[in-house]
């Protein structure tokens, strides 16, 4: 690996960038809140459903931060793409859901790309993660987990 590396993340170390520090924690909080999605379309919770979806959306801020400071860095090729990845999924979220406000889940074929989206989105928030720390990548998995569990949940519970 690259000395980039070694020098983008200290969990609990303000020594150098915080970038990874960000990124990592709106990656527990954005596994978080769309777990809570998922419990409030279980309960019908209309008003824990658009707080948990509109926080979600405000994560493009850091998220965004995140990529910029990436970018200023000229960090890995694979870091950046994620999260570009990242933020193509919280803009589609934004399109979809807040802007056109169209019932896309309804519509085969988006809904299929919106959840290949949503998992290409995991996989990145999961891999840089373990990138950046391997502790935090296994604390930013069981949250996955537990966003799993409340789909399992959702659709089988």
């Known amino acids: 690996?690259?000395?980039m590396r070694a020098e983008t993340l200290n969990i609990g170390d303000d020594s150098g960038r915080s970038w990874g520090n960000v990124f990592v924690g709106s990656s527990i909080v954005f596994n978080?809140?769309?777990s809570g999605v998922y419990v409030a379309t279980k309960f019908g919770n209309e008003a824990l459903l658009e707080t948990c979806g509109t926080?979600?959306?405000f994560l493009m801020l850091p998220y965004t931060y995140t990529l910029l400071e990436c970018?200023?860095?000229k960090n890995e090729k694979k870091v950046v793409i994620s999260n570009i990845v990242i933020l193509t999924y919280l803009f589609s979220e934004l399109l979809l859901d807040y802007v056109l406000r169209i019932p896309f889940r309804e519509i085969f074929i988006v809904h299929v790309?919106?959840?290949m989206l949503f998992y290409a989105t995991e996989f990145s928030i999961v891999s840089v993660s373990f990138y950046l720390n391997r502790k935090m990548g296994f604390v930013v998995t069981l949250t996955f987990f537990i966003l799993l569990?409340?789909?399992a949940y959702l659709y089988l519970g």
């Open 149 to 151: 569990t409340c789909l």
């Open 55 to 57: 926080l979600v959306i």
């Open 32 to 34: 978080i809140l769309v």
């Open 113 to 115: 790309f919106y959840i």
């Open 1 to 3: 690996m690259s000395d």
């Open 71 to 73: 970018v200023k860095e």
